[in-house]
């Protein structure tokens, strides 16, 4: 098992990242000195799958929970659910010292988080991520939202979590297309990384047992690494002041798609796009050679994310990176890569260079 401690303003966490993890949850949260009633927030799609064991593990440990099940995709994660959430806790009779416990990917864990977070003026709060985005981002850092109609999580606040657990056997249930969203997450990563982690998933994506099945470019040491680049990053910079802005490389791009997509589009191929778009971006305006652009893009590519730009009016997108919870004033922020390893912020990119990217002006290296 490895065990991953996290530090933050208030304290530390410790991430246990180890096979069949989930049938220790209740002993490891024991050990952290609760006890009593919990919750176990999970959705409809997650719940039937992996639900059990955890109740199991947390009963075996003295523990009393209750399973609440929510409406499974990003279109749910709002207010509305947070406030029934916030009535089946009450029904549960939750305490202030009652854990409400994660069981999902990210859009649970923001969700729960955020519930955790205000419930009560705050109680404790686990994350226990089962997608492979939620594991190596979401579940990780301690923010915390939901979304508004005019944008993604616009309503937050950072939690830290007692805990999280990463079990790396709950992805033999998730389905291919979503394990590919999630590595666009992982690839990020690499990006910001270096080329050691970066390299390994480019050498693991051409593998040809791979195209038939994208569980085998990630080993359980791959996994740990990408989950180590947000962990360095957030301890640096835990309530994104400066340096954990980074972390939303292809982000701007990818929350104007998702909003423009009413949340239908995949958080990871959102991102995916937005990735490719940054690197054109950055090649356009002299920060990156077309020789790094040209492996970022491939290895988006070679993993089977999407690449093409969603067919929104240039305009549309443009406007919709104005109601994103990272712009200052009439400054849109673009994380750009300059080299594997070495990105930068760039708060004065000019909205024409934008657009053109957006349109497509772009030649393929």
Not at 6 to 14: A, E, F, K, L
Not at 15 to 29: D, K, Q, V
Not at 223 to 232: P, Q, Y
Not at 284 to 301: D, N, Q, W
Request: hydrophobic share 45%.
């Amino acid at each position: 098992m490895n065990t991953i401690t996290v530090t933050h303003p208030t304290g530390s966490y410790p991430i246990y990242l180890a096979e069949n993890a989930l049938n220790h949850a209740g002993t490891w949260l024991a050990e952290l000195g609760h006890a009593g009633r919990c919750a176990v927030v999970t959705n409809e799609t997650v719940g039937p799958l992996h639900g059990s064991t955890l109740l199991a593990s947390l009963q075996s440990a003295g523990f009393e929970p209750t399973q609440i099940e929510l409406p499974d995709g990003e279109q749910y994660k709002n207010l509305d659910t947070v406030a029934n959430l916030y009535s089946q806790l009450i029904e549960a009779k939750l305490d202030r010292n009652s854990p409400i416990i994660a069981l999902g990917g990210g859009v649970v864990g923001d969700t729960v988080g955020f519930a955790a977070a205000s419930y009560l003026r705050g109680v404790p709060f686990v994350q226990i991520p089962t997608s492979l985005l939620a594991m190596v981002d979401a579940s990780v850092g301690g923010k915390t939202g939901v979304d508004l109609p005019q944008g993604k999580n616009l309503v937050g606040a950072f939690k830290q979590p007692e805990m999280v657990l990463i079990d790396p056997n709950v992805l033999n249930t998730l389905p291919d297309v979503e394990f590919r969203s999630g590595m666009a997450e992982v690839l990020k990563h690499g990006v910001l990384s270096g080329e050691s982690l970066f390299e390994a998933l480019e050498i693991n994506s051409q593998k040809p047992e791979t195209q038939a099945k994208p569980h085998y470019i990630l080993s359980t040491e791959l996994l740990h690494d990408a989950v180590m680049v947000k962990v360095e990053v957030v301890q640096e910079d835990p309530f994104e002041k400066g340096r954990r802005g980074i972390l939303n490389l292809g982000h701007t791009f990818a929350h104007a798609f998702e909003r423009l997509a009413n949340f239908e589009m995949r958080h990871g191929d959102a991102v995916a796009i937005g990735m490719v778009c940054a690197t054109r971006l950055a090649v356009r305006l002299g920060h990156c050679s077309a020789k790094t652009a040209h492996r970022i893009e491939a290895v988006i590519t070679q993993v089977g994310l999407p690449t093409q730009i969603p067919d929104y009016a240039p305009a549309d997108m443009w406007a919709a990176m104005f109601t994103d919870k990272k712009r200052v004033g009439n400054t849109v922020r673009f994380i750009l890569p300059i080299t594997i390893g070495d990105v930068g912020i760039f708060t004065d990119v000019q909205a024409e260079d934008v657009l053109a990217i957006l349109a497509g002006e772009y030649v393929n290296v």
